[in-house]
């Protein structure tokens, strides 16, 4: 059995809010499904709430990243027991998670997330590819209706439709504030990322994909026409099969992946005539100079 966890005061630069409700923090690991054979990485342990029933069922291989120093002293002391518990001192934002694994099995991230860097950090997450296996949260529950939300919604934006590219995302259960020390004052609520095995679309250029999604919420209550007339024309916006007039929040991770393959495919092609016409002789110095 851990020893007690340290006194700490709960940080506002961390966004720290400690977890002290046994049956949701019970409720949260039955949710991770944690195996011996797991590799788990946690993200903000905390005062190890989380860390010492994750040890239990890893059979205590577990690792954590914690950035307050201060609280890393007691967490190796509260677990001195586990040669196998590892901390990562640091902040998760900048952690390589490609090569935390190194070539091994997946990662499966868990972890209740300061509500300042949710977004930020999930993001980066993503990022990671299939170096993740699953990723399990709590965050604020406005964070996890984004991320669920279905095309229409007013919850609907850029992190929704990139989280659901990349993964299956399920919203499981509300955590209420007074599970925390001290009380937030938002609900809190759980949510499991998935990512997909095999995409059911795919971009060709998923950094355009980003910077095309971005671009279309730059200005929710604008259309696609106006948000993306720098890329693409509402004339192609309609031969794919889009009204130009709809807004972001309407389409599907599909309609977008559609939207910038179009543009990936329009760009290549550019490039493609420009390289010709200079091995013909028929670039812009030659029909007329640069006024042209």
């Known amino acids: 059995m851990a020893s007690r966890p340290m006194a700490h005061r709960a940080r506002k630069r961390f966004g720290q809010n400690f977890l002290r409700d ?9 949710s991770i499904g944690a195996r011996p054979q797991d590799r788990v990485i946690e993200i903000g342990p905390g005062q190890g709430a989380l860390t010492e029933p994750l040890l239990a069922d890893t059979s205590g291989r577990l690792e954590v990243i914690e950035l307050d120093r201060d609280l890393i002293p007691g967490l190796r002391v509260q677990f001195f027991q586990y040669p ?22 997946p990662l499966r991230v868990v972890g209740n997330l300061p509500y300042n860097i949710s977004t930020p950090l999930i993001s980066h997450l993503l990022e990671a590819g299939d170096a993740i296996q699953d990723m399990t949260f709590m965050l604020q529950k406005e964070v996890v209706d984004r991320l669920a939300a279905p095309p229409g919604g007013g919850e609907r934006g850029r992190l929704s439709v990139l989280a659901q590219y990349f993964c299956e995302v399920e919203s499981l259960f509300v955590v209420p504030p007074e599970a925390f020390v001290p ?58 099969g889009i ?11 599909e309609e977008f992946v559609i939207i910038a393959n179009a543009i990936h495919d329009s760009v290549a092609a550019s490039d493609t005539g420009s390289s010709r016409g200079e091995k013909t002789g028929y670039g812009a110095g030659e029909e007329g100079g640069e006024n042209a």
């Open 243 to 253: 009204d130009p007039g709809r807004r972001p929040q309407t389409l599907s991770v």
């Open 183 to 240: 009380r937030p004052k938002v609900d809190s609520a759980i949510v499991r990322l998935t990512p997909h095995k095999e995409k059911t679309c795919v971009a060709k250029d998923e950094k355009l994909l980003f910077e095309v999604v971005r671009e279309a919420f730059a200005q929710r209550r604008k259309t696609l026409r106006n948000n993306l007339k720098g890329r693409i024309t509402g004339e192609r916006l309609s031969e794919l």
């Open 84 to 105: 196998d518990f590892v901390i990562h001192e640091g902040d998760a934002l900048k952690m390589d998670f490609v090569a935390l694994r190194d070539g091994g099995q």
């Open 22 to 30: 046994p049956g949701i923090i019970s409720r949260i690991v039955r």
